[in-house]
């Protein structure tokens, strides 16, 4: 009996990660967003760098590689993200309506979260094919691959986080964009900064990570132990969240 209602429940789960991904798709304009918008965004990165003044703390050869490498951490963050943002905007009665067909409120949001999972992978292969473009060779592409999905599972699920904690486009997507802009821009190097405040961002150690696997080859593993942290965290917080919302407080 059991084992008949986990088969039942992977099944309701899988229909809905069709369901979510047939109603993505089906928008060209999406599409083409999940397709062009990381090349867009590592190239921007790498050739506005290039055009800045050098600067003292990078060595001139190093430059342009961080402009990609920042690119490549801000692309794999922030469109799962906006894609987990979108996927709970309006959810409440979806899912309610979902639930009167037997869905449970987990079932919902595992589907999405596999939904988040795969718009992560992807854009993580169309970074790193990107980065090896632009830098011709990368140390350890299996691992810079796994450290661009992480961040995209990890921000996807800060986007699930926001959107069920503020479910409207605007205010959502502003607070959604600041959010990765500035963990992008202050974890990078190219400002130099360095502070405990810094270091407790959640891209600041998947940077680092993605940084040793594309120019050395190496795996810290402390910081992959912290980011690997912030993601069960943050998986943790959003199940939480939503399950909150969706019961009302009831237990089940």
């Known amino acids: ?18 369901s979510h991904l047939h109603s993505f798709l089906r928008t060209p304009w999406n599409v083409a967003f ?22 003292p703390y990078l060595e ?41 067909c037997g869905y449970s409120p987990i079932d919902l949001m595992v589907s999405r979260m596999i ?21 011709e060779t990368v140390a350890a592409p299996g691992r810079a691959f796994f450290t661009l999905g992480l961040v995209g599972i990890l921000f996807g699920l800060c986007g699930m986080l926001v959107g069920t904690l503020l479910p409207r486009i605007l205010e959502g997507s502003l607070v959604l964009i600041f959010f990765i802009d500035s963990n992008a821009l202050l974890t990078s190097e190219l400002l130099n900064i360095d502070s405990a ?8 150690y998947p940077h680092e990570v993605f940084q040793s696997a594309v120019l050395e080859g190496t795996l810290p593993k402390t910081e992959m132990m912290v980011s690997v942290c912030y993601l069960v965290g943050m998986l943790a917080v959003t199940l939480l969240v939503y399950y909150v919302r969706a019961t009302g407080g009831r237990s089940a």
């Open 34 to 55: 999940v397709l062009l918008l990381p090349i867009l965004i590592i190239e921007g990165y790498g050739l506005s760098i290039d055009a800045f003044p050098p600067l």
């Open 1 to 18: 009996m059991a084992r008949n209602r986990s088969v039942a429940s992977w099944r309701r789960i899988w229909v809905g990660v069709r």
């Open 115 to 135: 939904s988040v999972l795969l718009c992560s992978l992807v854009v993580a292969g169309i970074s790193l094919g990107t980065m090896l473009r632009a830098l």
């Open 60 to 100: 001139t050869g190093s430059r342009v590689a961080m402009g990609h490498i920042a690119g490549a951490m801000f692309a794999a963050a922030f469109i799962p993200a906006v894609f987990g943002l979108f996927q709970m905007l309006g959810a409440t009665q979806t899912d309610r309506r979902a639930q009167l």
């Open 197 to 204: 405040a810094i270091r407790a961002l959640p891209m600041y």
